[in-house]
């Protein structure tokens, strides 16, 4: 079973940056897990934000954070990141952190595709 704990969200201003931080643990092969990180805003159905295959060599964004948002992980810490820059009031959302055992190289998009998640870190951006 992997636990996996979310850090780095808070207050911030429109076009601020932020790194959230996923940090894996359990008896685990960790360099086996896609990772993928979702948010929900209030109101609002959970959606993907990134993922990232198990090797680092494949990410998948959506559309309204590509090009502003970087997700990258290091495997020998069991840890997985989510670099967001030129933040909007739009970002604001609880933000968590899913994994899921593949090794497919193709993005797991939706949020049943994954079994293990962590409690979520709130980002709030001010306008």
């Known amino acids: 079973q992997v636990q996996l704990v979310e850090s780095g969200g808070g207050l911030v201003q429109t076009g601020d940056s932020l790194r959230l931080s996923c940090k894996a643990s359990?008896?685990?092969?960790?360099?086996?897990?896609?990772v993928g990180w979702f948010r929900q805003a209030p109101g609002k159905e959970r959606e993907l934000v990134a993922g990232?295959?198990?090797?680092?060599?494949?990410?998948h964004y959506r559309d309204s954070v590509e090009g502003r948002f970087t997700i990258s992980r290091e495997n020998a810490g069991n840890t997985v990141y989510l670099q967001m820059n030129t933040v909007k009031p739009e970002d604001t959302a609880v933000y968590y952190c899913?994994?899921?055992?593949?090794?497919?190289?193709?993005?797991?998009?939706?949020?049943?595709?994954?079994?293990?998640w962590g409690q979520g870190t709130r980002v709030t951006v001010s306008s």
């Open positions: 899913a994994a899921q055992e593949s090794f497919t190289p193709y993005p797991l998009t939706t949020e049943y595709q994954y079994n293990n």
């Open positions: 359990g008896n685990i092969i960790f360099s086996r897990y896609y």
């Open positions: 990232i295959t198990w090797d680092g060599h494949n990410a």
